[in-house]
C-alpha cells in the first residue's frame, strides 16, 4: 500500500497556485484580481474541506483576513460546486492532485468513451461559463453597464417617496449603502447641469431634495394629517407655563425655568451696546476703557445684574473683567457663608 500525502496548508495552497498559473504569495495579498480572487476562495474552500480548520484561523492564514471573508467564500465556492460543471471539474482536479492521484483522462485515455452529444454539450457549458465571466468584468469595469442603472433606478424610489430601509431591502443593501448611492446620483445629476453652465449651490440642492423627499415620505406614511392636526392646536406660551413667573409677560420669549428672558437676565447686543454708552464707554469701579479692556484681558465688558440693594439706582452695571471678577467672588462668597449658617 502507498502511503497519502499528508495535506497541509502550504500544500494546498501551492498546489491551488500551480494549477491557475499564480503564485501562493499572491494568493495571500490584497489583490482583487479575479484569477486571484478565485484562487483565493479555492484555498479558502479546502481548507475548510480538507483540514476543517475554524475560519477565524483561514482569516489569519490567508493574510489576515475577517473570519467573514472566509465564510462568503467558503459559502459562493460550495454554492457555484452545484450549477457549475467546469468548477466541479477543477475542484475534483485539484483534490487529485492534493492526494497524488492519477486522473482518469491522463492515466488510460483508451479505455474512455465519450458520446459525441456529450462533447457537445460539455463545450456549450464551457462557453456559457466563460460569457458569464465575461459579462461580470464588464459590469465591474464599465459603471454604465449596471451600476449607473441601479443608482437611477434606486433615486427614482427615492424621489417617489420611499425610505432608505424599503430600499435597502428591495436591493439587498444596509441603509448606510443606499444613501451613499442616492448622493452619489444626486451629484452625478449636479455635475452634469454645472458642465452645461448652471451655477448650483450643492448644499442649498441636498437640503431641497431632502425636504421634498421628506414630504413625500409623510404623506405616503400618513405622517402629514398627523402633523398639520398639530399645527391647528393654540400654542402656549410654554409647554409649562402659561406666563413668565418674574413678570408675567407672554410676549417676551421663554427662556428657561419659567423665565422670560428679561427676568432670566438675558440681555440682547443693542441693549449692552446702549448700557456701555450710557456708561460712558467705561468700567463703572475702575473707570477703565473699552480699549484697554481688550488689550488687558482679550474681552469685552460684563454687564451684571445687581439687586436694588446693591445699587438702587441702576438694575444692571458695566464691570471690566477684574471688577467683575471680584464682585462675583464675594457674591459667591456670600452665598457660601448663607448656606453654612442654613444648615
Known amino acids: ?8 496548508f502550504k500544500k494546498i495552497i501551492e498546489t491551488v497556485a500551480e494549477f491557475y498559473d499564480v503564485s501562493p504569495r499572491s494568493i495571500r495579498s490584497i489583490s482583487r484580481k479575479k484569477e486571484l480572487t478565485k484562487a483565493r476562495h479555492v484555498v479558502m474552500f479546502l481548507l475548510r474541506e480538507e483540514l476543517h480548520e475554524s475560519y477565524p484561523r483561514i482569516g489569519r492564514r490567508m493574510g489576515n ?22 468548477l466541479q471539474k ?11 492521484e492519477e486522473l482518469l483522462t491522463l492515466s488510460k485515455p483508451k479505455e474512455i468513451v465519450i458520446k459525441k452529444d456529450e462533447i457537445v454539450k460539455e463545450k456549450v457549458t464551457v462557453l456559457e461559463s466563460q460569457l458569464k465571466e465575461m459579462l461580470d468584468t464588464l459590469r465591474r469595469s464599465s459603471p454604465s453597464f449596471v451600476t449607473l442603472e441601479r443608482e437611477k433606478s434606486m433615486l427614482e424610489e427615492w424621489r ?3 425610505t432608505l430601509e424599503q430600499i435597502g431591502k428591495a436591493w439587498k443593501l444596509t441603509r448606510e449603502r443606499a444613501r ?5 446620483g444626486i451629484l ?3 455635475a452634469g ?8 449651490d450643492v448644499g442649498e440642492f441636498l437640503k431641497q431634495e431632502k425636504r421634498i ?15 398639520e392636526k398639530k399645527a391647528g392646536k393654540p400654542k402656549r406660551w410654554t409647554y409649562y407655563y402659561d406666563r413668565c413667573r418674574g413678570c408675567g409677560t407672554t410676549v417676551i420669549p421663554h427662556y428657561k425655568h419659567g423665565l422670560c428672558r428679561k427676568c432670566a437676565g438675558i440681555i440682547e447686543d443693542k441693549d449692552k451696546e446702549e448700557m456701555i454708552a450710557k456708561a460712558g464707554g467705561k468700567c463703572e469701579i475702575c473707570g477703565m476703557d473699552r480699549i484697554s479692556s481688550f488689550q488687558e484681558f482679550g474681552r469685552d465688558f460684563y454687564i451684571t445684574r445687581l439687586s436694588p440693594r446693591e445699587n438702587p439706582l441702576s438694575e444692571y452695571m458695566v464691570l471690566c473683567r477684574r471688577c467683575f471678577t471680584k464682585l462675583a467672588g464675594k457674591k459667591m462668597f456670600m452665598a457660601k457663608q448663607k448656606k453654612k449658617t442654613a444648615e
Not at 451613499?180 to 452619489?184: A, D, K, L, S, V
Request: hydrophobic share 30%.
Open 65 to 86: 483576513r475577517d473570519h467573514t471573508t472566509a465564510i462568503h467564500a467558503y459559502e459562493k465556492i460550495k454554492t457555484d460546486l452545484q450549477k457549475e460543471p467546469v
Open 90 to 100: 477543477e475542484i475534483g482536479t485539484i483534490r487529485a492532485q492534493l492526494r497524488g
Open 180 to 184: 451613499q448611492i442616492i448622493t452619489r
Open 160 to 162: 417617489s417617496g420611499k
Open 188 to 190: 452625478r445629476e449636479i
Open 1 to 8: 500500500m502507498t502511503k497519502l500525502p499528508t495535506l497541509s
Open 193 to 200: 447641469k454645472m458642465n452645461d453652465g448652471f451655477e448650483i
Open 213 to 227: 423627499h421628506g414630504k413625500l415620505r409623510d404623506r405616503l406614511s400618513g405622517r402629514a394629517e398627523t402633523k
